[in-house]
């Protein structure tokens, strides 16, 4: 086993690049302890009393620099690299110096971790002692990507949820947030221009149950959306938080319940919004209508979201269509294309052109290399390495998020009992194992790799209770993976797991239990890939997860 180069008896995750702790001292939080911040760190301030006031009781008042137990603030000289933070605790105080504003938010997450757990709450239970250890900590970030996504297209997920989702990121030091906005089965953002976009294609008239086949359906509607006031308003609370939202709008497949609104954008006419969960032929036209209408929609897209990265999708576009296609067939000659993947190829392109032109980064799943891939692209690998592995030789950046340890759908245990299991085996430790840089690239090359991202698809998660079960703790495992140089030993991880189980418990997280699902989890009758006798399984990849 790896020998563990600082050990962390606080249980902190992710663990702190450098820690020491002599047992001695510390402070305790009273009604006199004073807080400060510095111009850059006033966010983190207001964060921390409203978080920590509230869970502690305390008022947590501002006082001067000079009489201030607990002192935030931003120095980029003090050499603590990107995201980076000191935190030093003892019996006179605790200063948290970041090297930039998110440095010091980080900062102040870890002074939190080290409260008691009771420090999750919303409210003071009364009777604690808010007790802080002596620690000198030096920490800062491997990689700046830290991110999940979110698909909220297959199952709607309100507002609220995705702030609470957001809160949880912050917890764990992630930093990027990717809303998967779109797809077959749903339009989930306000789109001014197309209003039918959402008054149309945000619905769907019920639901595949599961994953068999024949499908069965729920025979209930499902649907639901976010206005531009709700992303503005989600987007305003994740920056606060230091966390980044990426929206995708995933073209030219996963396309169905735009072309139902609008079927001049597809090949075949009207088509309803999707009820059945997989990869499909109707995908979008590539006439100059189709683009003109995309380039709008990202127009609007990007005033919302200020994010550097817009994601574009690109995942499992059957070409069937476009082989059958007159106007894509005159495309590919007009445009000197050799065949269909590269006509896909080419329409990235155009978006690339047109993110690049208006400052952005565009950012597609690993297809987008099929054809050719536009240069500005950045790429998102999902099946498998060899995605991130080729994108990066070619000199784009790559963000990895391979399904072997990065899909949050997938199964945890091999139980009879996990709800609707599909995928491969992802357990707490798998996701803990592997190292987001594949080991066949350079150093030059691994620059490259900007992060690591795990995928939250969402066909079979249609409540936050269910999003919990299968997001927590494998969230927190992926956390540490991204955060934490050096090596990493699931039997040294494990202990400061269970503690931090009791964080999540006091912020009221429906995670898994490390001993299996409780009988409420489970979904008696619902089947997933290939497991009802009799049954076959459907013949997509990932999507029919
Ligand atoms: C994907 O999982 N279809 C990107």
């Known amino acids: ?16 690049r450098e ?18 911040a510095d111009h850059a760190a006033q966010g983190t301030l207001s964060w921390l009393q409203r978080e920590l006031g509230a869970a502690t009781g305390l008022p947590l008042a501002t006082g001067d620099e000079e009489d201030a137990q607990i002192r935030l603030s931003v120095d980029p000289g003090a050499g603590l690299g990107r995201e980076g933070y000191r935190l030093i605790i ?27 757990t009771d420090a999750y709450r919303t409210t003071a239970l009364g009777g604690a002692e808010w007790r802080l250890p002596a620690v000198s900590i030096t920490d800062a970030p491997r990689f700046q990507w830290r991110g999940a996504m979110l698909d909220i297209a297959r199952h709607f997920q309100p507002k ?31 789109i001014r221009r197309y209003p039918k976009l959402t008054e149309v294609a945000s619905w769907r008239t019920e639901s595949q149950l599961g994953a068999t086949k024949p499908a069965t359906f729920d025979n209930r509607p499902h649907g639901g959306f976010l206005t531009q006031d709700d992303i503005r308003e989600i987007v305003a609370y994740a920056d606060a938080r230091h966390v980044a939202v990426v929206p995708e709008i995933d073209v030219p497949g996963h396309s169905q319940a735009a072309i139902h609104a609008y079927p001049e954008l597809g090949e075949v006419g009207e088509i309803p919004v999707g009820t059945q969960w997989g990869v499909f032929e109707e995908i979008l036209a590539v006439t100059d209508n189709v683009l003109e209408f995309y380039k709008n929609v990202f127009d609007e897209l990007i005033e919302l979201f200020p994010s550097t990265y817009v994601h574009v999708g690109g995942d499992e576009v059957p070409k069937t269509q476009w082989k059958n296609s007159a106007s894509a067939q005159q495309r590919i000659r007009d445009e000197g294309l050799a065949d269909e993947d590269e006509l896909q190829s080419w329409f990235i392109r155009q978006l690339d052109d047109h993110l690049t032109q208006r400052g952005r980064r565009l950012l597609g799943w690993d297809e987008i290399l099929e054809g050719g891939l536009a240069p500005g692209a950045t790429v998102m690998s999902w099946r498998g390495e060899e995605g991130g592995i080729a994108a990066a030789r070619a000199g784009h950046d790559v963000i990895m998020a391979p399904t072997a340890t990065s899909y949050l759908d997938y199964k945890q245990s091999e139980r009879p009992d996990e709800p609707v299991p599909v995928g491969t085996l992802l357990r707490v430790e798998d996701v803990y194992a592997g190292d987001p840089v594949p080991a066949d690239l350079t150093e030059e090359e691994a620059r490259h790799v900007l992060g690591g991202q795990v995928n939250l698809w969402s066909e079979h998660i249609d ?8 997001v927590f703790p494998r969230l927190t495992a ?10 990493r030993d699931f039997a040294e991880f494990e202990p400061r797991l269970r503690h931090h189980l009791r964080r999540l418990d006091a912020a009221g997280v429906e995670y898994r239990p490390l001993d299996g699902p409780r009988p409420w989890h489970t979904r008696p ?13 459907p013949e997509q990849g990932h999507a029919g997860a």
Do not use: C
């Open 463 to 470: 409540n936050a209770r269910r999003l919990d079960y299968m």
């Open 160 to 190: 609220r949820e995705i702030l609470r989702f957001i809160d949880l990121l912050a917890l764990h030091k992630l930093n990027v947030l990717h809303l998967h906005l779109t797809d077959d089965q749903g339009w989930r953002v306000e």
């Open 1 to 16: 086993m790896p020998e563990n180069p600082h050990p962390d008896p606080l249980s902190l995750l992710p663990r702190p």
């Open 90 to 116: 003892d019996s006179e105080g605790a200063i948290v110096v970041g090297n930039e504003p998110a440095g010091v938010f980080y900062g102040v997450q870890t002074l939190r971790q080290l409260l008691p």
């Open 19 to 36: 820690l020491t702790t002599d047992g001695s001292g510390g402070l305790t939080l009273t009604s006199a302890t004073r807080v400060s």
């Open 525 to 537: 009758g619902l089947y997933g890939w290939g497991y009802q006798p009799g049954q076959e399984a």
């Open 478 to 487: 992926f956390a540490e993976k991204v955060w934490t140089e050096g090596d």
